[in-house]
């Protein structure tokens, strides 16, 4: 899991947290930075995913291309003992 998603949700709850209690104390500044830091987390737990994603796709193509190396390498050495 990227740092990005933890840091993410961290802020997330976290604005969260000073949001609600800038609603129960009537606090509008507290309100406001609350719905900021909550966005901000939002979206670097969104950019953490993405690198995830891609993380996870850029292994699953390297993965595909062992694999096919292997079929190739086999077909080869099966071509060899054939002849």
Same mark, same amino acid.
């Given at each position: 899991?990227?740092?990005?998603? #933890?840091?993410?949700?961290?802020?997330?709850?976290?604005?969260?947290?000073?949001?609600?209690?800038?609603?129960?104390?009537?606090?509008?500044?507290?309100?406001?930075?609350? #719905?900021?830091?909550?966005?901000?987390?939002? #979206?670097?737990?969104?950019?953490?995913?993405?690198?995830?994603?891609?993380?996870?796709?850029?292994?699953?193509?390297?993965?595909? #291309?062992?694999?096919?190396?292997?079929?190739?390498?086999?077909?080869?050495?099966?071509?060899?003992?054939?002849?």
């Amino acid at each position: 899991m990227d740092k990005d998603r #933890v840091e993410g949700k961290v802020k997330d709850v976290a604005g969260r947290v000073e949001r609600q209690v800038g609603e129960w104390t009537g606090d509008k500044e507290a309100q406001v930075h609350g #719905v900021a830091k909550q966005a901000e987390g939002k #979206v670097q737990n969104t950019w953490g995913k993405a690198k995830d994603a891609a993380r996870s796709a850029t292994d699953q193509a390297a993965n595909d #291309v062992d694999t096919n190396a292997d079929v190739e390498d086999r077909k080869v050495n099966s071509e060899k003992k054939a002849s």
